[in-house]
C-alpha cells in the first residue's frame, strides 16, 4: 500500500514562500507513478495545484499558480517537493499530496491521498 505523508505547512505573511514536502513509502520505486499537489480551502472544491511525472520529472501547473509554485522530487529520498513562493491569503488551504499509477500530467486522479498539511497566510 502506498503512503503519503505531508509536511512542512504552517503560517506565512503574504508574500513569502514555504516549501511543502510528500514522503511516499510502499513500493521499491515510484517511477511508474505521476505525483501531485491539490489544495482545499474551506467552503470550497479540491483544486489542483500541479504534478510531476516521476520518470522523467516532468511538470505541469494550472495557471492559477503557474510562475509561483514549483514542484520537485528526490528520487533517494521518495519525496516530492512543493516550493511555493508570493504566497497569497487566497493560498490558504489544506494542501494534499497525491499519486497515481501512470497518471497524466494535467489530469491526475490521485489513487492514494496523503492526510493534508495546513497552510495559512497572514496578511
Known amino acids: 500500500q502506498v503512503q503519503l505523508v505531508e509536511s512542512g505547512g504552517g503560517l506565512v505573511q503574504a508574500g513569502g514562500s514555504l516549501r511543502l514536502s510528500c514522503a511516499a513509502s510502499?513500493?521499491?520505486?515510484?517511477?511508474?507513478?505521476?505525483m501531485g499537489w491539490f489544495r482545499q480551502a474551506p467552503g470550497k472544491d479540491r483544486e489542483f495545484v500541479g504534478a510531476i511525472r516521476w520518470s522523467d520529472g516532468s511538470t505541469y501547473y494550472p495557471d492559477s499558480v503557474k510562475g509561483r509554485f514549483t514542484i520537485s522530487r528526490d528520487s533517494a529520498k521518495n519525496t516530492v517537493y512543493l516550493q511555493m513562493n508570493s504566497l497569497k491569503p487566497e493560498d490558504t488551504a489544506v494542501y494534499y499530496c497525491g499519486a497515481e499509477f501512470e497518471g497524466v500530467l494535467a489530469t491526475l486522479s490521485p489513487d492514494y491521498w496523503g492526510q493534508g498539511t495546513q497552510v495559512t497566510l497572514s496578511s
Open positions: 510502499g513500493r521499491t520505486t515510484f517511477s511508474s507513478y505521476t
